[in-house]
């Protein structure tokens, strides 16, 4: 019973480099996400996918690219990391409304 | 404009003490009302869905109810095992592709 799988778990990054987190779900569904969670803040919705090979903006998705080349897999990369991009980054996965998260990624930016 | 608003940000029970919690939103054609369990280090976990006023739900000791600009959670006689975040979210109500969320209401019951 995976569900979704975040890979790295923690990372520590400089400002300026670059880096590319992993998603991957294995209950075949269409919709998947990539949720910043911030103290304060709550979630907050950085880009989702409605299918293989579509991607489409949310509420912050500056700094930030997405791609999603295979159904089960959906990538968020970071370009150029800036400070203000440490969080924790959830990534979903949604069937009939209900969303099922991995267990975050802890990124710092130094 | 926040979409979902949660009070209290922080909540200390007694073990058995009841309480409720309380979500507010703001989107109009509601198409969804959501509440999800977060606890320290892990991922939102599902708890229920809400699509209409009047509506209720439950499991063990929590009971959610809607009204038509609120949300409540209701804890029966808390565990400590039910110390957690408490997060409530809607549904974007032109698309439907996205989800709005709460900052949460942490919860912790002391035994």
């Known amino acids: 019973n995976a569900g979704v799988t975040q890979t790295p778990k923690f990372r520590v990054l400089k400002t300026g480099q670059s880096m590319t987190l992993l998603c991957a779900q294995d209950m075949n569904h269409e919709y998947m996400y990539w949720y910043r969670q911030d103290p304060g803040m709550g979630l907050r919705l950085i880009h989702y996918s409605v299918g293989e090979g579509t991607t489409a903006k949310g509420e912050v998705p500056d700094g930030y690219n997405v791609s999603r080349l295979k159904k089960q897999n959906f990538l968020l990369g970071l370009e150029s990391a800036a400070p203000s991009q440490t969080s924790v980054y959830f990534c979903?996965?949604?069937?009939?409304?209900?969303?099922?998260f991995g267990s975050g990624t802890q990124l710092s930016v130094l | 404009e926040d979409q979902v608003t949660q009070s209290p940000e922080a909540l200390r029970l007694q073990e058995g003490e009841s309480s409720s919690l309380n979500c507010s939103y703001t989107v109009s054609g509601l198409r969804g009302l959501f509440w999800y369990r977060q606890d320290p280090g892990k991922g939102p976990e599902f708890l229920f869905t809400?699509?209409?006023a009047g509506e209720e739900k439950e499991k063990e000791r929590l009971k959610a109810t809607l009204t038509k600009k609120e949300s409540f959670l209701h804890i029966t006689a808390p565990k400590p095992e039910d110390s957690a975040t408490y997060l409530c979210?809607?549904?974007?109500?032109?698309?439907?592709?996205?989800?709005?969320f709460g900052t949460g209401t942490s919860l912790t019951v002391i035994p």
């Open positions: 809400l699509y209409s």
């Open positions: 979210a809607v549904q974007d109500p032109n698309t439907g592709n996205q989800f709005y």
């Open positions: 979903a996965s949604s069937y009939r409304q209900k969303l099922f």
